[in-house]
């Protein structure tokens, strides 16, 4: 059964300093994987996407790895601001597949203290 | 550019009574997505329509119905809601298979 599992569940770090989340998946083929942000409240909003031939993907202070191998994504924050407090998801989408396919993971729920 | 907009923003609801959650966007995107959000249990697909006209049902599609009149709009209805159709609920879009733009959500509890 194709599955996206991401850890930690939630994470709580001091403004300022780095973290890395993890999205293990079982999706084979798959076409591309994306990181999401959610804010609370909000609707989730795409941060990366790396196709299954990529490796990394940087958008500002998040850069996004894949290793296709081991089936293994990770996001990394630099540098971390309060502004960054949301819930991250990792949404996998199988090869020929159509929207309707796609694989969300739970989400990693982070929150930046001051 | 709106983008995707639903409303209402949140309702409470009253357990065996019907409502129209109401979705809309100006990309002119063929696909179209309602998915509900439970904690503990991520985003779930409900409901999706890729292209005008046509529609089809998703991971949790009971209870729900949608249609597609036209490109813009997408509607979700509930014919006669239960409390466990308390969720938040979002509408997506896209114009590639890949790429989803949500909207805001909308908050429902049903009591």
């Known amino acids: 059964k194709n599955q996206v599992e991401q850890s930690p569940q939630s994470l709580i770090i001091l403004e300022g300093k780095n973290c890395t989340l993890q999205?293990?998946?079982?999706?084979?083929?798959?076409?591309?994987l994306r990181w999401y942000k959610q804010d609370t409240g909000r609707g989730p909003v795409s941060l990366t996407i790396m196709t299954f031939s990529e490796n990394t993907k940087s958008n500002g202070r998040y850069t996004a790895t894949l290793d296709a191998d081991t089936k293994q994504s990770s996001l990394h924050i630099t540098a971390s601001q309060l502004s960054d407090s949301a819930s991250y998801i990792c949404v996998v989408t199988p090869a020929n597949q159509a929207g309707t396919a796609l694989i969300f993971g739970k989400g990693t729920t982070l929150s930046v203290s001051s | 550019t709106a983008g995707i907009t639903q409303a209402p923003t949140s309702q409470i609801l009253a357990a065996g009574r019907s409502m129209t959650l109401r979705c809309t966007q100006d990309m002119r995107h063929n696909a179209m997505y309602w998915y509900r959000q439970d904690l503990g249990l991520g985003l779930r697909l409900i409901h999706y329509?890729?292209?005008?006209?046509?529609?089809g049902k998703g991971e949790v599609p009971d209870g729900y119905s949608v249609s597609r009149a036209n490109t813009d709009d997408f509607p979700l209805t509930l014919a006669s809601a239960v409390p466990s159709q308390t969720s938040v609920y979002f509408c997506a879009s896209s114009d590639r298979a890949d790429e989803q733009f949500f909207g805001p959500g909308t908050r429902l509890t049903v009591l």
């Open positions: 329509s890729n292209t005008a006209g046509t529609t």
């Open positions: 999205c293990n998946y079982t999706v084979s083929p798959f076409s591309n």
